[in-house]
């Protein structure tokens, strides 16, 4: 089945600098990345995706990139505030189902 | 719409009883899904309903846990007998997935505490 690894497990940046979260994936037929926002005690929200026919997608302030031959994808916040604080799951899906990375908690220090 | 509709929200269970999680998908999505997450194992997918038959449990623990899916507005997780190790937050979500996979909408969770 489909493995997918997140990095860093933690991410402390000043408010204003740019914030990047990496993930890999392992199965070739996965065409549908998704990212989630939770915040704490709260449910995960997804915040932006990208499918396999795509490099580059954007949304204000975030943006997602995807490699299909390295088989990863990133996320890049850019210009970070304090309420982009909380934890970060990406996912990978070739089916109906999502694979998630383990999440990646993001402090924006003010 | 509401979103996704979970109950309870709050469960508090001694070990050996049995808890019934429930759930409401949106109006009009087609795939299920039930995750478990807790600190040390993240977000696991338990199983995933679509149009209100069982896709794929292999994320199902063991025998203790089962879902059930009887119309496209209802589904429940059932643990019988509990243990204090299936202490975690139980998502529901629900997607419109017409070809492949979708955005998923998550419920807003049970917190369930088996002491």
């Known amino acids: 089945g489909e493995n997918v690894e997140q990095h860093p497990s933690t991410l402390s940046v000043q408010e204003g600098d740019s914030a990047v979260i990496k993930c890999t994936y392992s199965?070739?037929?996965?065409?549908?990345f998704p990212w989630y926002k939770q915040e704490l005690g709260k449910r995960p929200q997804l915040i932006i995706d990208i499918r396999s026919n795509v490099g580059e997608k954007k949304d204000q302030r975030i943006a997602v990139t995807l490699n299909k031959t390295a088989k990863h994808f990133s996320l890049h916040i850019t210009e970070t505030q304090p309420e982009d604080s909380a934890v970060y799951f990406c996912?990978?899906?070739?089916?109906?189902?999502?694979?998630f990375g383990k999440g990646t908690k993001l402090s924006v220090i003010p | 719409d509401a979103g996704v509709i979970q109950s309870p929200r709050h469960e508090v269970t001694e070990m050996g009883q049995e808890v019934t999680l429930r759930c409401k998908p949106i109006?009009?999505?087609?795939?299920l899904f039930w995750y478990r997450q807790t600190m040390m194992r993240g977000l696991e997918l338990l199983i995933y309903?679509?149009?209100?038959?069982?896709?794929?449990d292999s994320g199902m623990p063991e025998d203790r846990f089962s879902a059930k899916m009887p119309n496209a507005s209802f589904s429940t997780l059932k643990i019988q007998p509990s243990e204090p190790r299936d202490s975690a937050v139980y998502f529901c979500?629900?997607?419109?997935?017409?070809?492949?996979?979708?955005?998923?909408?998550f419920g807003p969770g049970t917190r369930l505490t088996v002491t």
């Open positions: 979500a629900s997607s419109l997935a017409l070809q492949g996979a979708d955005e998923q909408y």
């Open positions: 309903f679509n149009n209100n038959v069982p896709i794929d």
């Open positions: 199965d070739s037929a996965s065409n549908y």
């Open positions: 109006s009009g999505h087609n795939s």
């Open positions: 996912a990978a899906s070739g089916s109906y189902q999502l694979t």
